[in-house]
């Protein structure tokens, strides 16, 4: 008997949508090996040592930015992608202290304890590279079948763990476009990119953290709400910064939007193209949802743009995203 | 009518079990308003921008050590005051894009994404001052009912996510003292804690933050399991450390042990008495469940048992904990 | 040191927002010990064996209608008082076997398996007595501190585990009244109910479930979306049916709507002033989010407004409410 | 560039372990089409009408009784594949009422609500037909894929919102065999279950659900504790029961057991074989952890072995399986 197929099941797509174009991208950018054939954490394998050591030596006024947007129900997700905002549930709390002994312990002291349900995907947030697959590998081949219901065997976020940690860039894309913030659906290409840290006096080096703002969370903080903040429409990244990227030998980046690339995405073929490149085959480290307001504020204010940066994920096992707070010291 | 009292409603203790020793030191170290009616952070303000910037110059060797358990099913927790190690739902898979389309999305390409649920007391975490109340009240003399089933409006852990940046100092006690690990109800006083540190040549300064090593972890690893490490008997900090916290001006501590003070307890009229005072009354950072071991082997071939310490938790508002990643730097 | 209170403590009320109007009917309807000190049920033990053989007699064509909203993430909630529509987390999944061997499973065999997450109040659902109180008590003179961070030691949703059998009676409003669904904000009364009763041909008994539609669901249906369902604006009961519906010793009753009693609330004391005397006080059995609209459509063509009901809820220990799929057979 | 492949590949299996009595049972059983093409819901449809009608006859003491163990951190759940007991997390309380207000509403009144947690076959509960894969395929031939981890599309649990109400057989085997309980590893065949339904006195017909008790919760009971009953040895039935249910053309079957086949299972080749050919092939309903022991001893009392029985399952979306709780009614 025949019977039913997935749902879903695709159907025959033109080379018209950008099936060659990804591919294209998918195969020059690929860098499989390039760090050991062991390898689950791609890019940030261009920071060294030195570059750390040589970082520290940015921490000239112990001012501490904390890059994280609070964890909380008022969060941007809306059920796109099922994810949603961070759930907490208190397993006991001070109201139980003073009204009543709990476990043993007498009234009036007693503690609080609690529980929290995240979306690793849900607020600011490290892509693990067992995020994303293209031709059933993710990077440096592994299969992507290694990502099951039980969680990634590798390239798991836990592979981070004390990895990120170095010298990070911002750059200030409104401020340097004399805008209050990029428009939804404008893209910035690498040319951008070189212009916006030349403007503010900062040399991307191989190695670095971008850190890239292009105030669509001052957009939304302008608005007084999210909108449609979480897979709507956004500025970002285009898509042929992959070259760029590769040329400069970054080891990662992160954007204060939702999912780094422009949206509507350049090629119609999938949802979020750069990314099916970016993890799979160049194997780049990619934060999102990074609120970077306040650093861009001081940065105006000291001219200065590079900070010493500790954003190692939590070492979540088997998982593919893992939420952090970055924190950028100066 | 007269009806059922709450099951639990506390019987009259007498102070043999030492209530009154309790209650003389929750006054004696009493340190609310000395940051100001408004504070929620205690002890951590002890350290200064100037300590930053002077602890980044022990990044010597870049060498980056992170001190968190892995957050998985492995780990320590067994139902213990309805505490459970993490678990991890995948939303979507490997297997999903080896197997089919999914959300419209070609065979073969695809995307991973997850969901983690996590007692915040459950791995390596910091407490945040909510988490402990005496006399219906918490740090800084706020009242226990602002951490009700909502979460806390005061003292809860995003307080600190700019806060925990700045010089720590390893205390590893049993190579101090000869012993693969200091044994369950074995307490440690402040004479050994400072002998310790003479013997490692550490000076101990007001800012820093005390990562003492207990070697628990180490002992479980030995036996191959966990044991009862949550909630059973353990080597920690002898209640008369409180003095000895306090005078040193420390930003906070951490060990490698489930509750950091020493079990069984010292005091026999509540459970976890050190912790009653630490936190509402002196207002100290206390993180526990922290992996220390390979920074303690690293630290005794280098001879150096100070390191640049980053460490601020997840912003997860209104919770009295959080799971951190802590991040030790040479 | 005085610290700051609770925010929301509350403020002095006037009488004019219908405080002595809600205390009068919290004390006139009190019931307590009518079924002994221990009860926990309530108006369920209205019912009583015979009823329940007389019920069985309904049923007569094998007809069975479940009166249960599907739960998941197209439910109504939207986040009002932290309820949140049912969540489904898979632990392993056919996409799993037939990409590979899972859990030592061969490819192609495998199994599927999965979590749910679900608020007990966030579809078709029971209360427990536990769910509400009034001054400090719950049903039967219960200490409202019986429910804690824990759960509830008395009034738990698990009491009524063999407890909902019986006649229930389909009350069909808006057909009654001749129209597609009654507005937001139209309170029915008891002489309304009786009328319908009456007008459908059926009586109603003493321990009687009474399944009463207000067409809310319908309309949500024709709107094309639930709108604000959930916490916004509805028909109800009106406060003075629980007269009525202690005289009638029904055993209890279920609409479906949000919240059973008409929104905007007729006492503005308090949220649900109804609420705070049916459960409290009166011990009566309260459901929600019924979807009556199948089988209402089924009374109307067979002129059959009685059938034997089947509605115990899941024996959650502790909840104070809990989903169901209630039963009616005919 | 070859990669690793996915860890649990599964290695070529002689034949001597089973796998071609499984193929050949799988192939003999296949009832694929019986009831349509479109058929989600297998045996189940051997209940007719007339036999929902007939069964209520059976309803002649009002006596109700609910199988269902408490959900609840008590139950048997160890983290056997990833399963765990239900955690209920409170979303407000008493103690928050009594201690204040909370969400506006005075102090004294409040409310308490709740969230679950559930691993869907953590406690007792059916397995829906997408429970279990065969050669790529599930009951009545769908694709496995159409499980994926956005649940199922097919054969999800919900197919029974309103199926599973009829007559039930409660088959006492320890009653019958002399035995405080039937002991783990012993299985029980046709024939045995044959002789215990004359024994008892009662007829098994087509449409009837049979409750067939081992005794191993008594078991557990004795014991004061669960042991390995999730997941260990058990009593249970023969593989061979598999052509004396699909003759007699029973509805389904529920037992008091972990996994309702004896275990160590009699086939080696895969975990639960007789699960294998039951749901796939078979499309029938099973039931696990349902506790018979009341039931059981009243049966023993009366004589009689046959109930009114309603268990439909909560109507979760795309679930493989549901929490119920089971009325028998007599």
């Given at each position: 008997m025949t019977r039913v197929k997935p749902s879903e099941e695709h159907e025959a797509v033109t080379d018209d949508r950008g099936e060659g174009r990804l591919r294209d991208a998918a195969e020059r950018f690929r860098?499989?090996?390039?760090?050991?054939?062991?390898?689950?954490?791609?890019?940030?394998?261009?920071?060294d040592t030195g570059d750390i050591v040589a970082a520290a030596g940015l921490i000239q006024r112990g001012a501490v930015f904390s890059l994280a947007l609070p964890f909380d129900d008022k969060g941007p997700q809306k059920g796109h992608l099922r994810r949603f905002n961070p759930m907490l549930f208190m397993l006991r709390d001070g109201d139980d202290a003073v009204a009543r002994d709990l476990m043993g312990v007498p009234r009036g002291i007693g503690a609080a304890d609690d529980v929290v349900l995240m979306a690793t995907q849900g607020g600011t947030q490290w892509d693990a590279l067992g995020h994303m697959f293209y031709d059933d590998r993710m990077w440096n081949g592994y299969d992507a079948r290694l990502v099951s219901s039980l969680g990634a065997e590798k390239n798991d976020v836990a592979q981070y763990r004390d990895r990120i940690v170095g010298r990070a860039v911002l750059l200030d894309l409104p401020r340097f476009l004399g805008l209050d913030w990029c428009e939804p659906g404008r893209a910035t290409d690498g040319a951008e990119l070189d212009a916006c840290a030349a403007a503010q006096g900062v040399e991307i080096r191989r190695g670095d953290i971008l850190l890239i703002r292009f105030g669509q969370m001052a957009q939304c903080r302008a608005a007084g709400g999210w909108g449609d903040y979480a897979g709507g429409d956004a500025p970002g990244l285009a898509f042929d910064t992959l070259a760029w990227i590769q040329e400069r030998e970054i080891a990662g980046l992160a954007t204060?939007?939702?999912?780094a690339e422009v949206r509507p995405?350049?090629?119609?073929?999938?949802?979020q193209p750069w990314h099916r490149v970016a993890l799979p085959s160049m194997g780049l480290l990619v934060g999102e949802i990074f609120d970077l307001d306040a650093l861009a504020a001081d940065c105006a204010e000291d001219g200065r743009y590079e900070v010493f940066f500790v954003a190692c994920p939590l070492?979540?096992?088997?998982?593919?995203g893992s939420p952090v707070n970055p924190i950028a010291i100066k």
């Open positions: 860098d499989w090996g390039r760090w050991g054939e062991d390898d689950q954490v791609g890019t940030v394998n261009h920071i204060d939007t939702w999912g995405n350049e090629i119609a073929y999938v949802n070492p979540i096992t088997g998982a593919v």
